[in-house]
């Protein structure tokens, strides 16, 4: 092995790696092998955290109701997603990319572990640190896969296809084996398949830090010692001042749950609001940067939208499934964890058919706008079409066929191929300049705002019947869809160069 003056491995990948993968670099392969089993673990463990949660104590759950079940679920995306924007700056100030994500990972790891000893108090530490490392890791895989080629490289695209097929391929097996131990053997022993999953994603990571662009020590726009140092403690101290007046208020009573719930919504609603400020305020911002923000203002909220219906295929329907639907198909039963497993099955099946009708269509392809719009309407017609089989039987003996759940799950599951591709696209070209390391931060956010506005309305869960819950949330989704698609003429002018 080649060293450098001082000692350490060169930042680059080998030359004879470059082609290793499918003709893609070797270092893809590493980092899509992490992307399966941090999905894996992360999505394995949300099939089951909502049941585990409104299950009795009797049988190892958490006693909660439905409806409170679904909002602390919804609860802990919100705050995986805001710390995502955290890890981020973490990365490029203090850590450097592969460190960010080897701690991130280890995090996790360590909280799938911790949620796997059956007490409450270990589910609850489990849970922030996964939070924390998922906080970490999730921002900065992505990162690392645009390294490995040059920006002139034409394979770039088919490189995060193959990535997003390895987080898909995750999606899919994790709530199978998390969902058959948490039916036949416990809760606990799911959370335990999302920790040794999530240590396989680890080793091969580590083992193939080689073939990885990035993988130096130091951050890429590294503090200088004096702020570094500065940086370090007011994290550190801050960390603990935040820790201990949560403590000293959950024992004098005041932080309950529900307050826990309510002050993460309302972080998720400020900190996008502060964000679009800056930036339009910001003299670094040109006017015509300025413009262009406009247009990506209602494409956020059209995220929004979308993925407040998009992760309660891990809440609502997953409790929906588990009292109102058949778990059996051709005389087969399973888990009702298991039909999660279906969202991440059509995405791989239906991401490479999407992506070759866009290259048949070429300049006939609908306006990025518009993908996203469509993508909005199909979230939106996924909730609606549950109206129909949960109608007209209000004693709740009914049980549905496995056949509708699945089929709102492959309408669920193309809209988020094309809400997703088109809309992180659209976030790197639409952000000013001047904030262009920061662009995926802001999708972080919606994804944030998501959850926390689902962390409120989920409450309602159990309160109102079904088919008023999925019927006015599916058509709040499919009227904003359509109104994205009324202001086309709109957004294709002011989107500019955005196709």
């Not at 998390?178 to 053997?185: I, K």
């Amino acid at each position: 092995m080649s060293h450098t003056a001082a000692g350490t491995e060169p930042d680059t990948p080998r030359p004879e790696d470059d082609h290793a993968f499918f003709g893609q670099p070797r270092g893809l392969m590493t980092l899509s092998g992490l992307e399966v089993w941090e999905r894996f673990s992360f999505l394995g463990m949300q099939a089951i955290l909502v049941l585990f949660f409104a299950d009795s104590v009797a049988n190892d759950g958490m006693g909660m109701d439905p409806g409170t079940a679904a909002s602390v679920s919804a609860a802990y995306g919100t705050l995986v997603y805001l710390v995502s924007v955290a890890g981020g700056w973490l990365a490029d100030r203090i850590l450097g990319s592969y460190r960010a994500v080897l701690y991130g990972g280890i995090l996790i790891a360590c909280g799938h572990y911790a949620m796997a000893v059956p007490t409450a108090a270990m589910t609850w530490v489990g849970l922030g640190l996964i939070s924390a490392g998922t906080g970490l890791l999730k921002p900065n895989v992505a990162s690392m896969v645009g390294k490995l080629y040059r920006t002139e490289d034409e394979r770039r695209d088919a490189g995060f296809a193959l990535y997003y097929m390895g987080i898909n391929i995750g999606a899919f097996a994790g709530p199978l084996v998390t969902g058959w131990l948490g039916d036949h053997a416990g809760w606990h022993w799911g959370f335990s398949a999302a920790a040794v999953g999530m240590t396989f994603g680890l080793i091969q990571y580590v083992a193939g830090r080689r073939h990885l662009a990035g993988r130096k020590d130091t951050a890429e726009y590294a503090l200088a010692p004096g702020p570094m140092r500065r940086a370090v403690l007011m994290i550190a101290g801050g960390a603990v001042v935040v820790a201990a007046a949560a403590a000293g208020l959950a024992l004098a009573g005041w932080l309950t749950m529900d307050r826990f719930v309510d002050v993460l919504t309302l972080i998720s609603v400020i900190a996008p609001v502060v964000y679009f400020v800056v930036m339009f305020r910001s003299p670094r911002v040109t006017s015509a940067e300025r413009g262009r923000l406009r247009p990506y203002v209602v494409l956020f909220l059209a995220s929004v939208v979308f993925n407040f219906i998009l992760f309660q295929a891990y809440s609502t329907m997953m409790l929906l499934a588990s009292t109102n639907a058949r778990t059996e198909i051709f005389g087969y039963h399973f888990p009702a964890s298991w039909y999660a497993s279906a969202l991440g099955a059509f995405e791989v099946a239906l991401a490479p058919v999407v992506a070759a009708v866009w290259a048949r269509m070429g300049k006939r392809q609908p306006h990025a706008s518009n993908k996203i719009a469509i993508g909005v309407v199909l979230g939106g017609l996924s909730f609606l079409l549950m109206v129909l089989p949960t109608s007209g039987h209000a004693d709740g003996t009914y049980k549905m066929a496995a056949w509708w759940i699945v089929g709102s799950y492959l309408l669920l599951g193309l809209g988020d191929i094309l809400l997703e591709t088109s809309g992180m696209s659209a976030t790197t070209k639409l952000a000013p300049q001047a904030f262009a390391s920061q662009t995926m931060a802001l999708w972080f956010l919606s994804l944030a705002l998501a959850n926390g506005i689902q962390a409120q309305i989920v409450k309602l869960y159990g309160e109102v019947s079904n088919p008023a819950y999925f019927g006015v949330n599916g058509a709040v989704a499919v009227v904003a869809g359509v109104a994205v698609i009324a202001a086309a003429p709109w957004l294709r002018r002011t989107m500019h160069p955005v196709h």
